[in-house]
């Protein structure tokens, strides 16, 4: 019986001669097309596009491998793992292989961000991670990832493991390069002491040439072989007419390296090999270290993705793989096993660690009903849980996009620092070759080496590297307290504030709200009150309509509408009813003044009934604001309750100022009127929060709060303890410090080294050490804000 294709279905006539392992299982492949194809998918990682095609793929032909394999990306199944979707615009997180410094990630920016469907491309040198945006319609996946791959980098959709591995080949590539350059340096070394010190006597010139042209061999594969990432590098930035940190340093190793070839042919003039080989070892050791701490800062957002299982129990017994996961499925998770989705329990009850999202290290307790997230941990209960989102759709996925697009937002300092970074490199050129033509014609025998003393020693990595690294680590270090940064300015303007504006409900409250009070007017009783006004709540999303849903609304509601800030109407037996604030909900709301009730129910205006609402205060509130006005800060609760009920809360916090009853409009306005000296940090969760987050300086959105505050907002805080906002602003501030640490030790090493090079005090040896060594200052002074006391330190320093 003949078998079809596992990849096309066409009839197989060739027996089993063409197989690949697809899921574990040898599959028959009819020709070395349909082979070739379906290997480059497995070995990219891409095997769910078998798992959830539709029809089997066209006929493959044996086109370039890696065309192939890009255009699989171009498939709408395999984009659903990892391709959001907004307003017809889709983007994607790509791992970017091959990037080095801020004019790698310039040049890819410029040249995509040109290309025609492309909305955005950002670049983060440190992660190498890139954010692109593109409109399908005009533009394909495939083209965009082939012309970065024109660029001489690699790009692929971001994945944790696959980027790990990534980067362990990377270190081992170097770990092979930096083994042969420290070699040869040895063995240069030792030839270029005896010539040196000829320690052998007055030497005969042929062995002096004998052992120049032992050198030239050691040398050779060191310049051909370990020094080759930094030719990469360079080819790619003047291909581009850009200028980037390893031109200058490829310039001065092939100098000196055909300067030297020269010389031993000729038998004329110094040799360079043992600089040439020094010269590559200590740099691929700055290198190396440079890029070890570099993914220390970039892991701490991939690894929040490796929490999340890679294996999910259905319901039914059935394991799958956890990225297979649909909304709609029923999962079970045991004791002791972390969620492989985000969902809602459906059965069970048990209790949650939710650390390494809110920062908050004490279990919660979770019911039917209540939401999980994947990667938090289920500790002591065997529970069933509905999946809610997707993978690439789970709050967890949402985390490290919001942390990439917030290390990708660069400060005003960052930016001028890479643009002084490029225009310097091109001035070391041409310091360079004054360099060279003054000591040519004043000590001609010394000028080579003091032109490559002053290409090396003064190149500006530390430079390009000062901003961004800090950067990255903050943003982890922001992601450890629970909370997520959304705008790049957070780090600056959060130490320049003055003048914070709070919301009440469900910010300074729990947004816990229950009804504890019911009055009735006329004739219609508790509990019909009750069921019609949980009829009108159910079409609101906010923390007041929650406390009406516990009951059982009545039918024949229609024709609802949500007035934000004012409450809701619709129509029951042809009449009008409301329910909201008195000044909404009743025709004379000077009749309310008469009640301590906050919300009222009526019809055609006339009241019916009224709601007396409690909301607990959250704990730390009050530690909030007093720490608040001990900085000098002045608060102001801006809600759109009522006086009474907002005056109470104030008065237990000790707000200064209180501005009550007030719509979506009135607080933006209020906000507005403020003068321009106030640095303003709103703080919110609602709907009706949504203008005025916008409109402050700084916009703070509670975790807890609605999709449209939070993306209204710069921060995101994902647990409730709102004192976390005073390590944010100690850790903002301590931020600044280490940019400014960083700057001033980049800057002031060039402004001393490049006169000392110049003048001829510098020995190539020594400018190499200088650079590499300055880098990996400048990335280790960031990465002290891993540190897991740091917080306490800063308190101390209070």
């Known amino acids: 019986m003949t078998k079809d294709c596992y990849h096309c279905g066409e009839p197989v006539l060739t027996g089993d001669s063409y197989q690949v392992e697809i899921l574990g299982v040898k599959q028959i492949m009819c020709c070395p097309g349909c082979q070739a194809v379906a290997s480059t998918i497995v070995a990219s990682g891409l095997t769910s596009y078998y798992e959830y095609r ?75 991670r890139a954010t692109l945006r593109w409109d399908p319609s005009k533009a394909k996946l495939s083209e965009l990832l082939s012309k970065i791959h024109a660029l001489g980098y690699k790009a692929a959709p971001f994945e944790a493991d696959n980027q790990e591995a990534q980067y362990h080949q990377t270190m081992k590539q170097y770990l092979y390069r930096l083994g042969i350059a420290g070699l040869a340096t040895m063995q240069v070394m030792m030839l270029a002491v005896a010539m040196y010190f000829e320690v052998f006597g007055d030497m005969d010139e042929s062995f002096r040439n004998y052992f120049r042209w032992v050198s030239l061999i050691f040398a050779t594969p060191v310049l051909l072989y370990s020094g080759m990432p930094f030719y990469i590098n360079a080819w790619r930035n003047l ?25 031993t042919v000729t038998e004329k003039g110094e040799v360079f090999f043992e600089s040439i080989a020094m010269f590559t070892f200590f740099l691929l050791i700055g290198r190396f270290l440079e890029m070890r701490a570099r993914r220390t800062a970039a892991a701490a957002s991939a690894n929040l993705l490796k929490l999340v299982p890679k294996l999910a129990l259905l319901q039914s017994g059935e394991q799958i793989p956890a990225k297979s996961l649909r909304v709609g499925h029923v999962v079970r998770v045991l004791p002791g096993e972390p969620f492989p989705a985000d969902g809602v329990i459906v059965d069970g009850v048990t209790t949650v660690n939710e650390a390494m999202l809110t920062g908050e290290s004490l ?98 990595c530390a430079l390009s590297l000062a901003t ?95 007035v934000i800030g004012e409450g809701l109407k619709g129509t029951f037996n042809e009449k009008e009813w409301r329910i909201g604030k008195p000044s909404f909900a009743l025709q004379d709301s000077a009749f309310a003044n008469e ?47 009522n006086a009474q009920a907002a005056a109470s809360v104030a008065n237990d916090l000790g707000i200064d ?58 921060m995101v805080l994902l647990g409730d303890d709102l004192t976390k906002l005073l390590d944010a602003r100690k850790l903002a501030a301590f931020t600044q410090k280490i940019i400014r640490q960083n700057l001033a030790w980049a800057l002031g090493y060039n402004l001393v080294i490049l006169p000392l090079a110049v003048a001829g005090f510098v020995a190539p040896y020594i400018a190499v050490a200088g650079m590499s060594g300055s880098s990996v200052i400048v990335v280790t002074n960031s990465l002290r804000l891993f540190r897991n006391d740091l917080l306490d330190k800063l308190k101390d320093a209070d």
């Open 239 to 263: 291909k581009a007419r850009t200028l980037g940190m390893d031109v200058p340093v490829s310039i001065a190793l092939l100098f000196a390296y055909f300067a030297s070839l020269y010389a």
């Open 595 to 641: 009640s301590t009730h906050q919300i009222w129910l009526s019809c055609h205006r006339q009241p019916i009934a009224s709601f007396g609402l409690i909301d607990p205060v959250r704990p730390s509130s009050k530690a909030l604001i007093e720490q608040f006005h001990q900085a000098g800060i002045r608060v102001t609760m801006l809600t759109g309750d």
């Open 363 to 460: 279990p919660e307790s979770r019911n039917v009903g209540d939401a999980v997230f994947a990667g938090t941990m289920n500790i002591d209960g065997n529970i069933d849980v509905e999946v809610t989102a997707e993978k690439k759709d789970s709050l967890i996925a949402h985390i490290v996009q919001l942390q990439d697009e917030a290390q990708l937002a660069k400060p005003r300092v960052a930016e001028i620092a890479d643009i002084v970074a490029r225009y310097f490199v091109a001035a070391i050129l041409v310091i360079s070759a004054c360099t060279w033509w003054y000591w040519q014609g004043h000590r001609p025998d010394d000028a080579f080496w003091i032109m490559l003393s002053v290409l090396v020693a003064t190149c500006p």
């Open 54 to 128: 539709t029809a089997p793929a066209e006929k493959a032909s044996l086109i370039p491998e890696e065309l192939q394999s890009l255009s699989l990306y171009d498939n709408q199944d395999v984009q659903e793992e990892f391709v959001r979707h907004e307003n017809g615009i889709d983007e994607v997180v790509l791992s970017v292989d091959g990037v080095s410094c801020a004019a790698c990630a310039w040049l890819i920016e410029k040249q995509l961000g040109s290309h025609e469907g492309v909305a955005r491309i950002q670049v983060n040198t440190t992660t190498h």
């Open 468 to 562: 961004p690294t800090a950067l990255t680590c903050s943003t982890s270090a922001f992601g450890k307290l629970g909370i997520l940064l959304r705008r790049g300015h957070v780090f600056e303007t959060l130490t320049k504030i003055n003048r914070v504006v709070i919301d009440k409900t469900g910010t300074l409250t729990e947004g816990n709200i229950s009804i504890a009070e019911t009055s009735t007017y006329g004739d219609v009783t508790e509990s019909e009150a009750l069921s019609i006004a949980a009829a009108l709540e159910g079409y609101a999303n906010h923390p007041i309509a929650e406390a009406f849903k516990q009951h059982d609304a009545i039918d024949g509601i229609a024709h609802v509408e949500n």
């Open 657 to 714: 100022e209180i501005v009550a009853d007030v719509s979506p409009q009135g607080k933006l306005a209020y906000l507005q009127s403020l003068p321009n000296d106030q640095i303003t940090m709103m703080i919110g969760d609602g709907v009706n929060d949504a203008p005025v987050l916008a409109g402050a300086h700084l916009s703070v959105a509670m975790g807890s709060g609605t999709d449209v505050a939070k993306s209204s907002a710069d």
